[in-house]
Every structure is written in C-alpha cells, then in structure tokens.
C-alpha cells in the first residue's frame, strides 16, 4: 500500500527547531513534487513548502529564511527543518505529494496525504 507518514512534531519553546520527517513507502518519492502543509485550528489548511523532483525548493513568505525543505532519496524521506520558531507556527503538519515531478501538490491536487503530526510552540 502507497502511503506517507509524518514524524517529528512535539512541543518547542519559542526560537526552538524542530525536524520532520515525511516517509514514503509503497513508491518512489523522487518521481514526484512533495509539498509540507499546516493547519491551525480554525484555520484553512496552508502550503509552506515544496521540492520538486529537481531539487528546487519554494516556501510561503511566512517561513522563509526560517525553515528548509530537503530530500533524502535513498531513505525515501523528505525533510523539513523549522528553526526560530514562534507561536504562529503551531498547527498540524501534513506532507503530500503531487501528480506530478515538477508542479507542487495544493491541496486540492495531490496524491498521497500522510496523516499530520502536531507542532505546538510555547511562549
């Protein structure tokens, strides 16, 4: 069975890191684009970062410069590294991955979903 898993989250003090991890199985992560997402509650699932099957990252404003999306293929895991972080980014992770190699999953064009890991930052 095709499927991502998230890990990583937990509970971090402001300006503390975090890593998660986005473990695939069932398929080979590096033939399509993978995409980290969050939601707050309350709040609209968002996207926050992406990698593509070359290498190219992108990142929503409110995390660049603090946070970094990278791939380890032959572990079949992406990664994203969140440092200083601060209230505003407590949520649920997600990572998902696209149709595609080049175009970043949305969240209403992906493929596999992993089932989230909560990230809490106390102030």
């Known amino acids: 069975e095709a499927q991502v898993v998230e890990s990583g989250g937990g509970l971090v003090q402001v300006g503390g890191s975090l890593t998660l991890s986005c473990a695939a199985s069932?398929?080979?992560?590096?033939?399509?684009?993978i995409a980290w997402f969050r939601q707050a509650p309350g709040k609209e699932r968002e996207g926050i970062s992406c990698?593509?099957?070359?290498?190219?990252?992108y990142y929503r404003d409110s995390v660049k410069g603090r946070f970094t999306i990278s791939s380890d293929n032959a572990k079949n895991t992406v990664y994203l590294q969140m440092n200083s972080l601060k209230p505003e980014d407590t949520a649920v992770y997600y990572c998902?991955?696209?149709?595609?190699?080049?175009?970043?999953?949305?969240?209403?064009?992906?493929?596999?979903w992993g089932q989230g890991t909560q990230v809490t930052v106390s102030a």
């Open positions: 998902a991955t696209s149709e595609y190699r080049n175009v970043c999953p949305t969240t209403h064009t992906s493929r596999y």
């Open positions: 069932g398929f080979t992560l590096d033939n399509y684009a």
């Open positions: 990698i593509d099957s070359d290498g190219n990252t």
